[in-house]
């Protein structure tokens, strides 16, 4: 530890192994501190953590840490507190240091403690102090730096290579936490800028005459409103950046909100630099016409700017997958909907899983009725319910509701008040437009991350 009565600034070089992505809902299996000072390792610690859950293959295969190793090890609550006193007065450092530092607060939530430090990403300290490398991935960093590593993807052998990266990068620069705002838009302060959080939210753009021109969504919104304003990428991104002269943001303790308050305020007030914004999450899209027998048929296509999809994806493998998901479970004809070649009777046919509509078995209106209660109906697997997660704050959970398949809002409640009815969040859910694209967003949100409770309403 370090001596009582020195001024030096100390570095908590941290890296973590886990279980899976997603803090809060995956665990961690390895931890490694470093306490460093800037030139030399003062203090190590390591250990493994048995994470009271199975380890999944794939992280098996990665790391090399199986359940057998973990078996004897400590629960994380057994080295809670020689975490906390070894990290104490220290900046965390980490490559891609949010996910290291939201992992452990996650885990110290679980035991009620606000784990809080101030945070140190070598990645970003990397582009700034060393640009123009391929990559900035820690291996391919480390390697074309020549700093060894011969446990890579073990969390000591990966914190002592950034260790080695940190003494570098800190050779270059003795004071890495302090902001400079060389190349960026002057019209911020930086102690305005210094306050902005590394957390999930929104952030707003105004003008010198206090107009909002800009709306976005970030996992780390001090992070983001630093790359915007260095971003002179486009004509656009310069102009927008250098007509900023304010800023403010809203927590929302996690994505799902983020992006549907995101989506909401951009709706609601059309700022000047979000009217020709592209939703690049989404760049294909499900569309419906009436062929000239007058069946209706679905196809998957690139975004199409003039016309609006009835569903939206992120990929083409994903578009493919829901429109076979949408054909089978409306028995909807594969050949109507482009996914089975020739013309005729589709092979559906014969196992009754199509009625016939590419062959005129099935007149258009029957089949019509189908198709348009899968493009309306069918965007959840529950037509009714709530989604919980955490709020801005470690005492707050965010709510979500849907009914009928149609978005009603969101809201913040404390929460101790939820028990075994949903209902009690009503009372604190602002209702809000639904249309296409916030049922997209829930939609895919939900099909690619875990919440903390989808609590389906039964009739």
Known sequence: ???????????????????????GHEKITEIAIILHDGTKVLEEFSTLINPETKIPYRITQLTGINDQMVAGAPKFYEVARQIVELTENTTIVGHNVNFDYSFIRAEFKSLGYDFQRKTLDTIRLSRKLIPGQPSYGLG???????????????????????????????????????LSL???????????????????????????????????????????????LSNNSTKKAVEMRNAIA?????????????????????KKHQPLFNRSQRRTTFNYGLYHFVDDEGYIRLKYA????????????????????????????????QRLNGLYPGSGACFHV????CFGACCGKEDPASYNARVEEALERYHFDHQNFY??????????????????????????????????????????IKLLPDNREVRQIIRSYLKKHRVMKLWPIHD
Do not use: W
């Open 1 to 23: 530890m370090p001596v009582d009565g020195t001024d030096e600034k100390l570095y908590a070089i941290i890296d973590i192994e886990t279980t899976g992505l997603r803090a």
């Open 140 to 178: 391919k960093l480390c390697r074309a730096l020549n700093i060894p590593n011969n446990s890579r993807h073990r969390a000591l052998g990966d914190a002592m290579a950034t260790a080695r990266l940190f003494e570098l990068l800190y050779s270059f620069d003795s004071e890495p936490e302090q």
């Open 182 to 228: 060389k190349g960026l838009q002057s019209g911020l302060s930086k102690s305005l800028i210094e306050k902005l959080p590394e957390k999930h939210g929104v952030y707003y753009f105004f003008d010198s005459a206090g107009k909002l021109i800009y709306v976005g969504k970030s996992i780390n919104i001090k992070a983001r409103v630093l790359q915007h």
């Open 246 to 266: 304010d800023v403010d943001f809203k927590l929302t303790g996690n994505e799902l909100i983020a992006l549907l308050l995101e989506s909401d305020e951009i």
């Open 302 to 333: 690139k975004t199409i700017e003039e016309l609006t999809s009835d569903y939206a994806y992120s990929s083409q493998a994903e578009a493919r997958e829901h429109l076979f998901f949408l054909t089978e479970q409306f028995h909807l004809c």
């Open 350 to 353: 014969g196992i009754g899983q």
């Open 387 to 428: 989604i919980f997660d955490q709020g801005p704050e470690t005492d707050q959970l965010s709510v979500v509701k849907v009914v009928q398949s149609v978005y009603q809002g969101f809201g913040m409640m404390p929460a101790d008040l939820l028990s075994d009815d949903p209902s009690v969040a009503d009372d604190f």
